[in-house]
C-alpha cells in the first residue's frame, strides 16, 4: 500500500465504547479514520461487531483487526498512513478481572502501550492522546481528586498499569517530544456500553430474573461514591483536546495527564434507584430490582471524584450531563436493543 497523501486519525480500540464514539463523532465532522481492535471475547463480541457497523457506513473509515502487541503490524499501519493525531484507547479494562487475568493486562495495558509509543516515535504525530484511568487515585481520601495528587499507592493491577502508561508516556515525550495528553477517565455510561459495567450488569440481572449484588456491605450512611460520566461529554472533551496538544516549556516534556469526569459523584443506591426509575420510563411499568448486599470488593475504591478544572481551563468544556438524563438514555436504548418491550 502508498504512504495516504491526507492527514488520518487513528483511533485504536474502535469497536470499543469509547472509540466508537469517538470515531462514530470524527466520521460525521468529515474526519478519516483508521480504527484498530483486536475484536477479544472480554465481553460480548456481537456488541463490538454492531458498534463497528455503524462505523463502516461511513466511506472515510478504514478497520483493521489488529492486536496492539503485535508491534511489526502496528509499525506497518503506521508506515502506511500520515498519521496527525493518534487516540489511544485500546487496553485490557476492569478493575476485578485483573486479579484473574493479570497475563491480558500485561500483554495490552504494558506491552501494547509501549508499541504505541515506539511508532510515535517512529512515526511523529502532532498529538497522542491516550486513555487512563480514575483508579490510579487508588484510595485517595483527599477529594476532588486532582491531577496534582500523588498517585503512587494502586490498589489493583488495572490502576498499576495505568499509572505505568503516565510514566512511560511523560519519558518519551520528554526523549522525543511527542506532545501527550493522557486523560483519566471517571466510570463512563450510556448506550451502547460496557456489559462489564455495574449499572449495565444490573440491567442484565434484573430482566434474568436474578438479584443484583451491591459491594457496600448494605452500609448506606457510607457507600460507595462515583463520578459518572455520560459518554457524550467524554467524546466532547476529546473533541476539545484534538488541537490543543501541549507544547515543551522551560525544558518540561511536552506532556500532561488531565481528570474527565462529571465533578458530581453520587452515592451508589442513589444511582441504582435513578437506573430503577429510567428503566420503569422505558418499559412503561415500575421495577425494583432485587438486592444482595455484599462487602466491597478487592481493588475496588470507596469514593471517585474528579476536579475537572484544568480540563476547563484548557477547552473552557466541562462534563454536565445530569445522572437521570444519561440514565435514561441507556435504559431506552437497552430495552430497544435487546427487544424488552
Known sequence: MNKQQNDFILVTGAAGFIGSFLSKRLLETGKKVVGIDNLNDYYDVNLKLDRLQELKKHKNFVFQEVDIADKDILMSIFQNYNFSVVVHLAAQAGVRYS????????????????????????????????????????????????????????????????????????????LYKIPATGLRFFTVYGPMGRPDMAYFG????????????????????????????????????????????????????????????NNQPIKLMKFITTLEECFSQSLNKVIEFDKSFEP???????????????????????????????LQKFTDWYVKYYQKV
Not at 459491594?215 to 484534538?242: A, P, S, V, W
Not at 478487592?298 to 484548557?314: F, N
Open 99 to 174: 486479579i484473574e487475568n493479570p497475563d491480558a493486562y500485561i500483554s495490552s495495558n504494558l506491552i501494547g502501550f509501549y508499541n504505541i509509543l515506539e511508532t510515535c516515535r517512529r512515526y511523529p504525530v502532532k498529538h497522542l492522546i491516550y486513555a487512563s484511568s480514575s483508579s490510579v487515585y487508588g484510595n485517595n481520601q483527599k477529594t476532588p481528586f486532582k491531577e496534582t495528587d500523588k498517585v503512587d499507592s494502586p490498589v489493583s493491577l488495572y490502576a498499576a498499569t495505568k499509572k505505568s502508561n503516565e510514566l512511560l508516556a511523560h519519558a518519551y515525550s520528554h
Open 296 to 326: 466491597i470488593k478487592p481493588g475496588d475504591v470507596p469514593t471517585t471524584y474528579a476536579s475537572t478544572d484544568e480540563l476547563h481551563q484548557i477547552t473552557g468544556f466541562k462534563p454536565t450531563t445530569p445522572i437521570e438524563e444519561g
Open 202 to 261: 444490573f440491567a442484565d440481572k434484573y430482566f434474568s430474573g436474578k438479584s443484583i449484588s451491591i459491594y457496600n456491605n448494605g452500609d448506606f450512611e457510607n457507600d460507595l461514591y462515583r463520578d459518572f460520566t455520560y459518554i457524550d461529554d467524554i467524546i466532547e472533551g476529546i473533541i476539545q483536546l484534538l488541537r490543543k496538544q501541549p507544547i515543551e516549556n522551560k525544558g518540561q516534556a511536552p506532556h500532561r495527564v488531565l481528570n474527565i469526569g
